[in-house]
């Protein structure tokens, strides 16, 4: 490690597996960063505790399981078992209500940052990265 800093470690909770593994291949050759995938949304917070990360992505999914009302209720829960961890929302633009919820939680301080699907590679490494 560059400068004798320390490895974040990112925890992305999502089912888009094709993403997960693009970040994971964008950031390989960081030394400061290394992203672990969680598909399964019931096990983020032992991810997280498992792997000691600094923060965690989590996809709110299109579909209903894993919308943004379910995504803000595990932010909360995990803001509570896992405070250390800073959490990111991945956000579909196009979804009006989505959008709106999770800029109030972020003005509410309940997520740290999000950023939506259309996000470049590059975007999304840098922004897990400043994380």
Same mark, same amino acid.
């Given at each position: %490690? *560059? $400068? =004798? =800093?320390?490895?974040? +470690?990112?925890?992305?909770?999502?089912?888009? !597996?094709?993403?997960?593994? =693009?970040? %994971?291949? &964008? !950031?390989?050759?960081?030394?400061?960063?290394?992203?672990?995938?969680?598909?399964?949304? /019931?096990? /983020?917070? +032992?991810?997280?505790? +498992?792997?000691?990360? #600094?923060? #965690? @992505?989590?996809?709110?999914?299109?579909?209903? #399981?894993?919308?943004? $009302?379910?995504?803000?209720?595990?932010? /909360?829960? @995990? *803001?509570? !078992?896992?405070?250390?961890?800073?959490?990111?929302?991945?956000?579909?633009? $196009?979804?009006?209500?989505?959008?709106? *919820? +999770?800029?109030? #939680? &972020? *003005? &509410?301080?309940?997520?740290?940052?999000?950023?939506?699907?259309?996000?470049?590679?590059?975007? @999304?490494?840098?922004?897990?990265?400043?994380l």
């Open positions: %490690m *560059r $400068g =004798g =800093g320390h490895l974040k +470690t990112v925890v992305l909770i999502m089912q888009r !597996v094709s993403l997960a593994q =693009g970040l %994971m291949a &964008k !950031v390989a050759e960081d030394p400061g960063i290394q992203l672990c995938y969680e598909p399964d949304y /019931a096990n /983020a917070d +032992t991810a997280i505790r +498992t792997h000691m990360a #600094a923060g #965690a @992505l989590l996809e709110v999914s299109e579909d209903t #399981a894993h919308d943004i $009302g379910f995504c803000l209720a595990l932010c /909360a829960w @995990l *803001r509570k !078992v896992t405070p250390y961890c800073r959490l990111m929302l991945m956000c579909p633009e $196009g979804q009006a209500e989505s959008v709106h *919820r +999770t800029i109030e #939680a &972020k *003005r &509410k301080g309940e997520i740290d940052d999000f950023v939506f699907y259309d996000a470049s590679l590059d975007y @999304l490494a840098a922004s897990l990265q400043s």
